[in-house]
């Protein structure tokens, strides 16, 4: 199992802080959707030009222009890059061609699809990397979270990796772990914390451990 840690509400000095104190504990750092819109792909850049033995996630959430947006992610030096399940077919297999043709990976967020099990089987045929289920900032509003959509995911998809995203803290994180996935992503639980260093650190022990 993986440790993602999300960046969200950071500029890149502070993305570059954050990472310093806890790029050690965790495997993947996203460079969140905020971050990218106020920054653009050069956070991406900049992240790992700095931390080239970190993987780096650019979260487009890309909605269309796959293969575009995914060239333009690579060419900043993302690892992966996240398309939403809710766009159309063809935007999530322009996306995974041009992954594949760059040695990059796709993750499919999940966030507000509304028949999550057929378009996991959908979107798992059509070769996406990473399958993650997400209770974004306006769902966890409204106190939702994505666990039981989990146990979905790892029940239809055969090929993708699966992952949680969404709220997720370090007194919940047993209950993540429980249900297996091969991805946990992390934001406010370990970027809101007082001591980032000493909860990315429990949270890698308990993240590895399985
Ligand atoms: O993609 C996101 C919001 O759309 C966040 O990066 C993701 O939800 C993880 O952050 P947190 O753990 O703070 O919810």
């Known amino acids: 199992m993986e440790l993602q840690l999300a960046l969200d509400l950071v500029d890149i000095p502070g993305a570059k802080e954050v990472v310093r104190e806890v790029g050690a ?10 971050v990218v819109i106020n920054e653009g792909l050069r956070a991406v850049k900049e992240i ?55 040695g990059r990976k796709i993750m499919v967020d999940m966030i507000n699809v509304k028949d999550l099990e057929t378009r996991a089987r959908e979107i798992d045929a059509l070769g996406a990397d990473y399958i993650c289920v997400h ?46 996935p091969d991805l946990v992503i992390v934001g406010g639980g370990i970027t809101g914390q007082a001591d980032k260093q000493a909860v990315a650190a429990e949270m890698q022990k308990l993240v590895k451990a399985v």
């Open 135 to 180: 209770s974004g900032y306006d769902h966890q509003a409204s106190g939702l979270n994505s666990f039981a959509d989990l146990a979905v995911i790892k029940r239809v998809v055969k090929q993708a990796k699966t992952a949680i995203a969404g709220g997720i803290k370090l007194e919940t994180l047993p209950e993540v772990i429980q249900a297996a």
């Open 25 to 34: 504990y965790v495997d993947i750092i996203e460079i969140g959707t905020p």
């Open 48 to 102: 790992k030009a700095q931390f080239p033995h970190l993987k780096v996630l650019a979260d487009l959430k890309i909605m269309d222009a796959g293969g575009y947006e995914v060239m333009k992610a690579s060419e900043a030096g993302a690892d992966i890059v996240t398309v939403l399940g809710v766009s159309d077919d063809a935007t999530i297999r322009g996306a995974v061609a041009e992954a594949r043709k760059q």
